[in-house]
């Protein structure tokens, strides 16, 4: 069992350019999250979806668009990549949103 | 809005020491989470505490969340170059229902 899956580990993106974050569970939670983390920020909530078809704002959610077709895969949009994106984003889901979330590994975006 | 807090923001332990991390809520705390992440990777859960008082404890690590709930220390016990990491806490108190994060304290062990 995986756990949750994100790719790309890492990405360097030009200012302007669309990139898309892309996330995976096998574990069939229904609650997933994107959060950035940020040094002497922490972990800031981006957008977060309770179950399939449903997606919320989260703490920090300008600049980002998320979609939930379907239980497993939770991607993060950038439409118009700006050098305050630059962060580790991080994807994490739960079986719903009262239980404990479990993280993916992370993928390191520096926007140029 | 809930905030936590960590003390200290890191640490510098030798080999075989024992260390405690704290983590102050500005609000009664309903669900508390330890998580550990090392440089690069993703964060690992070790320990949820929810009950007034209540401790829990893997391996060597003990967490305890007191009695006013408002409060959590993580307790490590002869620690190892293996529980280097940054330690983070986390609690239920966002306004979608999800997780705040304090910014976590950094743990070196020398060996």
């Known amino acids: 069992i995986a756990g949750i899956t994100q790719a790309p580990t890492s990405q360097i993106l030009a200012a302007g350019r669309r990139m898309t974050l892309r996330c995976t569970q096998d574990?069939?939670?229904?609650?997933m999250y994107w959060y950035r983390q940020d040094l002497g920020l922490g972990l800031r909530l981006i957008h977060y979806s309770n179950t399939a078809g449903t997606t919320g704002k989260g703490e920090v959610p300008d600049g980002y668009s998320v979609s939930r077709a379907n239980t497993d895969d939770f991607p993060l949009t950038l439409a118009s990549a700006v050098p305050s994106q630059t962060s580790v984003y991080f994807c994490?889901?739960?079986?719903?949103?009262?239980?404990?979330?479990?993280f993916g590994p992370g993928t390191r975006l520096t926007v140029l | 809005s809930q905030e936590l807090e960590q003390s200290p923001q890191s640490l510098i332990v030798q080999e075989g020491k024992n260390l405690t991390i704290n983590c102050t809520s500005s609000k009664t705390l309903y669900g508390l989470y330890w998580y550990k992440q090392k440089y690069g990777e993703g964060l690992i859960f070790l320990m949820m505490?929810?009950?007034?008082?209540e401790e829990k404890s893997h391996e060597k690590i003990t967490a305890k969340l007191d009695e006013k709930k408002q409060q959590s220390s993580l307790h490590i016990t002869a620690s190892q170059p293996s529980h280097a990491g940054i330690y983070l806490c986390?609690?239920?108190?966002?306004?979608?229902?999800?997780?705040?994060f304090g910014k976590g304290t950094k743990l070196s062990v020398k060996p």
């Open positions: 986390g609690a239920e108190g966002g306004s979608q229902g999800n997780l705040i």
């Open positions: 994490a889901s739960s079986a719903s949103i009262e239980y404990t979330q479990y």
């Open positions: 574990m069939r939670h229904n609650a």
């Open positions: 505490l929810q009950k007034g008082g």
